[in-house]
């Protein structure tokens, strides 16, 4: 059973730092990405990295800003989120693809991820 934990939200001053983590259980490979969505807002791709290379992805709201990693080892991926700022604040979703065909590379489109965390609120305070 293929199941996706985030942890590691909260609530942090503007200029903060977190470190958000996607526990992964019930496959072996697969591209993992980081989405959030704000109130009144259409979910946003954020980062994603591919399984086979660990190619990653940033959208350019973030680029600079979000490091994503993962430990093939412990079946887990990171966002390392600093210099956060107010428009940074939504619910933070990791999700898993698990196409093998794009093993190499990743794509933060939301329609290519199979399964989803239940999210974890991120809030920035100015």
């Known amino acids: 059973q293929v199941q996706l934990v985030e942890s590691g939200g909260g609530l942090v001053q503007s200029g903060g730092s977190l470190r958000l983590s996607c526990a992964a259980s019930g496959f072996t490979y697969a591209a993992i990405g980081w989405f959030r969505q704000a109130p009144g807002q259409k979910r946003e791709g954020v980062s994603c990295?591919?399984?086979?290379?660990?190619?990653?992805y940033y959208a350019d709201s973030v680029k600079g800003q979000f490091t994503i990693s993962r430990d093939n080892a412990r079946n887990m991926v990171y966002l390392q989120m600093n210099s956060l700022k107010s428009e940074d604040t939504a619910v933070y979703y990791c999700?898993?693809?698990?196409?093998?065909?794009?093993?190499?590379?990743?794509?933060?489109?939301?329609?290519?991820?199979?399964?989803w965390g239940q999210g974890t609120q991120v809030t920035v305070s100015s």
């Open positions: 999700a898993a693809d698990l196409n093998s065909d794009r093993a190499y590379g990743c794509y933060a489109a939301s329609g290519l991820y199979d399964y």
């Open positions: 990295i591919s399984s086979g290379d660990a190619s990653t």
